[in-house]
């Protein structure tokens, strides 16, 4: 019986091996069917981890050449090779480098072409400055009639402003009604109105 059981333990081992042998020559037969394929899935892999390492790299590279090039415009506006540096890296940095010096400056060209770039909310304080700065009535009307305007209500103050220099109190006084209650700017509204109707210019 003990002989009888060993020889059973010893035909499964061989089964057990037999299976074993087989599953690897099936692996390998598969293997070496989509060998191509393993070798140019594990290539796109390692290419793009490294494309994408390499990117980053270059990314965090311009950002840093960025942030040289608008401190050393932040110490001097007139360095050209900085200013050429800022907009190649980082237009956006450079969008809003341009804009705070055409507020500082008053610029109205470099104000211009901020509108006509349409940053958000950049672009619209540009149309704002410019309005402010030319004191054209139109221009101030016309940014007031963007209801997405972020200074539209301090436009209406603008153009009272334009009014009562002009001595047209009742002009003055219906731009200051347009004024919501709810506005911030309401307090003001109502002490230039109180001022204009008693002739205080």
């Known amino acids: 019986m003990s002989l009888k059981d060993d020889l059973q333990g010893v035909k499964q081992e061989f089964d057990t091996e037999e299976k074993m042998i087989e599953n690897y020559i099936k692996g390998e037969r598969f293997f070496k069917r989509y060998k191509k394929i393993f070798i140019a899935v ?13 990117f980053n790299v270059w990314q965090e590279n311009l950002i840093e050449e960025s942030n040289i090039a608008y401190n050393i415009l932040l110490k001097n506006p007139n360095d050209k090779d900085a200013l050429a540096k800022l907009k190649s890296n980082n237009e956006l940095l450079y969008n809003h480098y341009m804009f705070s010096q055409a507020i500082k400056n008053s610029d109205t060209n470099i104000l211009q072409a901020t509108i006509l770039k349409n940053i958000p909310i950049i672009s619209d304080i540009s149309k704002f400055q410019l309005a402010s700065i030319s004191k054209d009535i139109n221009k101030i009307k016309e940014y007031q009639a963007n209801k997405d305007g972020i200074y539209k209500e ?48």
């Open 42 to 54: 594990g290539l796109s892999l390692l290419l793009g981890g490294a494309g994408y390492t390499g």
């Open 154 to 201: 301090l436009a209406i103050i603008l153009e009272a402003g334009y009014y009562i220099e002009n001595k047209d109190s009742q002009n003055a006084i219906n731009a200051l009604s347009k004024i919501p209650v709810e506005s911030p700017l309401k307090e003001l509204a109502i002490n230039l109105e109180h001022l204009t109707v008693k002739g205080i210019k």
